[in-house]
């Protein structure tokens, strides 16, 4: 993946706004830029577009959407940037976080009346980090169902999807002004586009081990879970142009991968009262900071593995997941009617777990403190018969990536915009911090979406100014 000069480009065609990557940040830049009256071309490597997006549980936070209202929920942009730049201990941009707050709810509304996507708000319960309930989703609640109605809706608005088609090289003057790309296509052969803007929808590095290896290297261990053309083209290209990188080092983990299905079991299990111990039974951190944070935890772990242990009504609400439906048809998850049964069935220590077991139902009683800072008040207790599923850490995306401004316009290092480049998604840096331990739920999909509208309008109003 390099950068070429213009001089040796054969342009066999023009189109004003091309974007690359034809996931949900793509598809969404797709259907602004069209909306707003621009000729679109979406390049996606793969025979289908699904990206990162189909892999995760297609979730976005928005802020005072009409479907928090519909539920009498009171939230404001003011406090989903608060909850974001909590979450990063104050390590993340507020500036931007708070741009994304505001731009949330009309991204979510638009998605779902202009272009029927048909969200619903989830209000069984909270996830880590949100104040109040933010999440929307497609009534499965998986990404693969969102991206199916973003496809929908770029059908139906004429926006143009060439599969099969990865970009090899971009074309791009001194000044960082892109010209066009080369794409590469099945048959060895390749084409010249030129183009008055670019976005960069082609998510982060995760699927390049040496890039992971050399830039987080605490995920020696950790399982990809994600799309495999996180390559990390985006970075590379940005490097060549002189644009800024910011927070490099920041990803979502998940410490809920099944181990041996690749099926992830959502947090609502633990966040809900369910637990995860270690095979000598015992709990080994405080699994309801969040899930990013906690792969690490299980990656260190005694096999790089750990339990989650839950009961029949935990089972039954995690049953609104096709994710763990999927679990359950794979065979992942486990039950037996009492304790020593379970511990026979898994093969964890009997003694330990009963212990924590016994622990954990004085701590939900508040008759002791947790020596890892849960607070586990308020949830009902274990009942048999239980569950277990066997779990390791994984590797969702990095949210490091080119800083971006409010727009979704790539910046320099001495932060001015690039002359027509912009990106979202994982492409972009996010608003999770540094590491993994400020990553909130749904901030994959809040910068895929809302960076992708925004850079698709602004790529569109830069052509009709040219």
């Avoid at 892999?55 to 608060?82: V, Y």
């Avoid at 069984?124 to 991206?147: A, Q």
């Avoid at 020696?220 to 053309?229: I, L, N, Q, R, T």
Wanted: net charge negative; with cysteine; aromatic share 6%.
């Amino acid at each position: 993946m390099t950068v070429l000069s213009p001089d040796a480009a054969d342009f066999t065609a023009h189109i004003p706004v091309v974007i690359v990557g034809g996931g949900g940040c793509g598809l969404t830049a797709g259907l602004a830029a069209a909306q707003a009256g621009a000729e679109v071309l979406v390049l996606e490597r793969d025979k289908s577009n699904l990206g990162t997006t189909a892999m995760s549980t297609g979730l976005i936070p928005g802020a005072n959407t009409r479907f928090q209202r519909d539920k009498g929920i009171e939230d404001s942009p003011e406090l989903l940037a608060a909850d974001i730049v909590g979450k990063t201990h104050g390590q993340t941009d507020e500036h931007i976080a708070l741009a994304l707050a505001r731009e949330s709810a009309q991204t979510i509304e638009w998605l779902a009346d202009d272009h029927g996507v048909p969200f619903s708000l989830v209000d069984s319960f909270l996830y880590p980090g949100h104040t109040v309930m933010r999440m929307h989703g497609t009534p499965n609640r998986t990404g693969g169902e969102l991206m199916g109605a973003l496809a929908l809706a770029a059908e139906r608005a004429g926006v143009d999807v060439l599969t099969e088609a990865l970009v090899s090289d971009l074309f791009a003057d001194d000044d960082g002004r892109i010209h066009g790309v080369r794409v590469s296509r099945p048959d060895g052969g390749h084409e010249d586009l030129g183009c008055d803007a670019l976005i960069l929808a082609c998510c982060g590095f995760a699927g390049n081990a040496e890039m992971v290896a050399e830039l987080i290297p605490e995920l020696e261990h950790a399982e990809f879970y994600g799309h495999p053309g996180n390559k990390g083209d985006a970075i590379a290209w940005g490097r060549e142009l002189g644009a800024a990188i910011e927070d490099i080092a920041s990803y979502q983990g998940h410490a809920g991968l099944a181990k041996g299905y690749g099926v992830p079991i959502l947090w609502p299990v633990i966040v809900e009262g369910g637990f995860q111990v270690n095979r000598d039974g015992q709990r080994f951190s405080n699994e309801a900071r969040g899930y990013s944070e906690q792969a690490v935890d299980v990656l260190n772990q005694p096999g790089h593995v750990a339990w989650t242990i839950y009961d029949e009504r935990l089972h039954e609400l995690m049953q609104e997941f096709e994710d763990y439906r999927d679990a359950i048809d794979a065979g992942a998850i486990r039950s037996a009617a009492d304790l020593p049964a379970l511990c026979e069935l898994i093969g964890v220590d009997r003694d330990g777990l009963a212990a924590t077991m016994q622990a954990v139902g004085a701590m939900k009683a508040g008759e002791q403190q947790d020596e890892f800072g849960r607070d586990f008040t308020g949830k009902p207790m274990l009942e048999p018969p239980y569950y277990a599923v066997k779990v390791t850490g994984a590797l969702f995306h990095t949210q490091g990536g080119l800083a971006v401004d409010e727009q979704g316009r790539v910046r320099r290092q001495d932060g001015s915009p690039m002359p027509n480049l912009f990106a979202g998604g994982g492409a972009a840096r996010g608003v999770s911090g540094p590491g993994c331990d400020g990553y909130m739920a749904g901030n994959g999909l809040l910068t895929a979406t809302t960076f992708g509208r925004l850079a698709g309008e602004q790529a569109a109003a830069l052509v009709k100014e040219n």
